[in-house]
């Protein structure tokens, strides 16, 4: 996420009402406890290293934004940088990341119609519906535009073979 998209982020934060709620309090069982003094565990949990922003890309329906919208939804977390899909880490049985490169496997034969549908409606070229598992609802209000620019940057990846990551 850029700087800007951050900061309208915490701006939208800060304006909605507090909670006013007792959070209940943590604590270790045996188990845990154990597994931490074993070395097995850690209390933190957050080891990402800071990266710098990335650059600021005026919205548009342009590749550029739509490589930034790929980063910035978390297309890339599930399908992979290659966008070529696979095995997603979740809950058990979750189903694989689709191929979104334009291979056989993937959105070879998709036009932008099919591809606002899955992304609005759910649904594959083919009719069937995409698994909930992909969050296909949080990306149902976007615009045109970035449906566009989502739509130019996955039809400009290399096609790779699925699973390929």
Known sequence: MNETDLADLIAYLKQLPAVDRDMPSSRLGPLGR???VAGQVSLIT?????????????????????RYLAGYTGC??????????????????????????PDPT???????TDFDHALRRG???NGTPIDIFMPWPNFSGMTDI????????????????????
């Open 76 to 101: 890339i977390g599930c399908h992979g940088p290659g966008l070529s899909g696979g095995y997603v880490e979740g809950p058990p049985g979750a189903p694989p990341a689709a191929n979104l490169t």
């Open 46 to 66: 957050d080891r990402t290293p800071l990266l710098p922003f990335p650059a600021i890309v005026p919205p548009g329906p342009t590749l550029e934004y739509g």
């Open 146 to 165: 970035e449906v566009k620019a989502l739509w130019l940057y996955v039809s400009s990846v290399p096609a790779k073979p699925f699973g390929n990551k």
């Open 123 to 125: 649904v594959r070229k």
């Open 34 to 36: 154990t597994l931490l």
């Open 106 to 112: 993937g959105l070879a034969n998709w036009t932008e």
